[in-house]
Each structure stands twice: as C-alpha cells, then as structure tokens.
C-alpha cells in the first residue's frame, strides 16, 4: 500500500493550493482518508476526513469554509491560505478509521510541505 501526496508549494497568503492523494494497493473509494498537517514544533493535526463511500466530510474548525476534501481522487482544495497553514500535509487512509484523529488510520503518505508568505 502506498500514499502519495502532490500539489504543495509555497504560496502568498490569500492564495490557494490543491492538494492530491494518490493510492495504490488499495482501492481508496472503500477507504475513509484524511488529511493531517504538522508544523515544526507542534503536534499533527487533522484538518479534514471523508467517508468515501458515503462522501461524509469532518473538518477542524479552523479550515472550515476555506479547505474542501473531494472524494475522486481525494483531494484537499486549500483556498484562503494564512501563514498560519504552512506545515507538511499528509494524507493517510484507514478501512474503519474515521474523522479527525490521527492515530487511527494505518496508511500515510510521506507528505507535501505547504509553506504561505
């Protein structure tokens, strides 16, 4: 099984970035995914999850309204960004696992720096 994540970059605040996660090994439309990042210093955090069967979404409160998780190939659209968003995404995929919680899921990607001006 393996995750891979694309789309990071370095971007002026205000602007936008879309994320993707691609898997193979596994058939991802029969798994629940999120999206985590983590900055130097600070814990990983969930900002986002679907069920991709059920498109069911979780968002943190503090990307609600500018990030949106997408189910086709699972992407993480990022609009609105803030320096405060800078930090490595990671993607990571679970069978049973759901929500915001990072240490329930059993797939992760090696993640995509993000980095807001």
């Known amino acids: 099984v393996q995750l891979v994540e694309s789309g990071g970059g370095s971007v002026q605040a205000g602007g936008s970035l879309r994320l993707s996660c691609a898997a193979s090994?596994?058939?991802?439309?029969?798994?629940?995914v999120g999206w985590f990042r983590q900055a130097p210093g600070k814990e990983r955090e969930g900002i986002a999850a679907?069920?991709?069967?059920v498109g069911i979404t979780y968002y943190d409160d503090s990307v609600k309204d500018r990030f949106t998780i997408q189910d086709n190939t699972v992407y993480l659209q990022m609009n609105g960004l803030k320096p405060e968003d800078s930090a490595m995404y990671y993607c990571?995929?679970?069978?049973?696992?759901?929500?915001?919680?990072?240490?329930?899921?059993?797939?992760w990607g090696q993640g995509t720096q993000v980095t807001v001006s």
């Open positions: 990571a995929a679970d069978r049973y696992n759901l929500g915001l919680a990072w240490r329930g899921y059993s797939y």
């Open positions: 090994g596994l058939r991802i439309s029969r798994y629940n």
């Open positions: 679907i069920c991709t069967g």
